[in-house]
């Protein structure tokens, strides 16, 4: 279904009548919504090309990935951080602050600027905390609803982006955490968090993206969207890294689908972001770029073609391929903590190719001294794992048991300080 990635912007647009005949046809032709599932079955299967050369030649791999996918990381693109507006000082009964800046990335008249909400624990105040920054598909209204957070028509929200019978039936789809954000266990587990909405930076529209990519500055200039939202990741971490509350060296990025390839682009790219959560990336970010299953790599340049760099769908209609699969992309964040999320029936996505390209992407980790990719199969999730895998079953979407991995995951790889006193915030998948 080619539209999958625009899901939310549908549910909002259309008319309940509109939206249920809508799911109707979804259903019966989107394996993501459907009845399919990932095979298990990841023996006997074609080697990822080329094999992994563990001698990474790092500068060339991602001007390669850059030419052949992203288009260019910016090098002297400013950012900048306003001061933080304190919008709630206790927040979550007093365990925490809620917080607000505005981001700006770009130069002079044309930067863009955007704003992140921040939520941390008191104890971080003596403590410093890891941080999780989130790339959200709606504004900070509908991450903390309720909440005074500024939304993308730079307005205080007077309620959530996401409510009513819209709001149900998306949810019901996509999961209840498609949105917002369970911050009660990411606070509670001893975490940072963090959310900005991507399109606040560059829209998400073939037209939009590259108009305002054009203008935004920096040499060599953005050229595709999950370049320049990896290029948000990074430029917040560098913000809230002088921050004597945040750990610089445990900062996180977290992301859902096409964020998920950006929250992977910008593990390879910034040594501000130390650890990657990439939920169902798919294809441009853990998926198999030679993988016919699922949406494919060609489908997805020709759908959205802001996404990559401009050209790509021609080219792979000519039968072009690229340079590298992306266990290279894996490869040039090791030996960073990566987890890989995965839904059994988001065939759309390829959990198999997902689970092979992280076993190709295990020897970076191993010549730098890690385990990397230890499990043996795609239903082992070893949290401990510097590059893990994790599926469950369910589709294209954010739920529970997915927020429980990536707690596990988190309070593997790094040192945080629970906070117990939190009321009714129990482990997410018992609720």
């Not at 001061?83 to 130069?107: F, K």
Request: one cysteine or more.
């Amino acid at each position: 279904m080619r539209r999958r990635g625009r899901g939310l912007r549908i549910l909002q647009a259309l008319g309940l009548t509109g939206l249920v005949a809508a799911i109707i046809a979804g259903m019966a032709s989107c394996t993501m919504l459907g009845f399919n599932y990932a095979s298990l079955e990841i023996r006997n299967k074609a080697m990822l090309r080329p094999p992994l050369d563990t001698d990474l030649d790092r500068a060339r791999i991602k001007a390669t990935l850059a030419s052949d996918l992203y288009g260019a990381w910016p090098t002297d693109l400013p950012a900048a951080m306003s001061q933080p507006r304190i919008l709630n000082a206790e927040y979550l009964a007093g365990q925490a602050s809620l917080e607000e800046v505005q981001v700006t990335i770009g130069n002079g008249s044309a930067a863009r600027s955007f704003p992140v909400i921040i939520i941390l624990p008191k104890h971080a105040a003596v403590r410093p905390v890891p941080l999780i920054i989130s790339q959200t598909f709606l504004d900070n209204c509908a991450v903390l609803p309720g909440q005074p957070v500024t939304g993308a028509n730079g307005e205080t929200c007077d309620g959530s982006r996401l409510s009513g019978a819209i709001g149900f039936i998306a949810t019901k789809i996509f999961g209840e955490y498609i949105a917002e954000a369970p911050v009660e266990t990411y606070i509670r587990a001893g975490f940072g968090y963090a959310s900005f909405y991507g399109p606040g930076f560059v829209p998400d529209g073939d037209g939009a993206a590259q108009d305002a990519m054009a203008t935004i500055g920096g040499s060599p200039g953005l050229s595709s969207t999950l370049m320049a939202w990896a290029y948000a990741y990074a430029a917040i971490a560098e913000q809230f890294a002088p921050d004597p509350r945040i750990d610089p060296a445990a900062i996180i990025a977290l992301g859902h689908s096409r964020y998920g390839k950006s929250a992977l682009i910008a593990a390879a790219w910034s040594e501000a972001i130390a650890a990657a959560l990439a939920h169902q990336s798919g294809f441009a970010g853990a998926a198999s770029s030679q993988s016919s299953t699922g949406e494919t790599l060609l489908r997805m340049a020709k759908t959205y073609p802001h996404w990559l760099r401009p050209g790509l769908a021609d080219d792979l209609q000519a039968s072009w391929h690229p340079t590298f699969d992306q266990h290279y992309l894996l490869a040039l964040a090791a030996p960073k903590p990566v987890l890989l999320g995965n839904g059994r029936r988001d065939v759309w996505s390829d959990p198999n190719s997902t689970f092979r390209v992280a076993q190709a992407a295990t020897p970076a980790y191993a010549a730098l001294g890690s385990s990397g990719l230890t499990a043996t199969g795609m239903l082992d999730f070893k949290p401990a794992d510097p590059l893990s895998y994790w599926l469950r079953q369910g589709g294209h979407s954010v739920i529970a048991k997915d927020i429980d991995a990536f707690i596990a995951f988190l309070m593997a790889h790094f040192n945080s300080t629970p906070v117990p006193e939190i009321e009714n915030a129990p482990i997410l998948s018992e609720k």
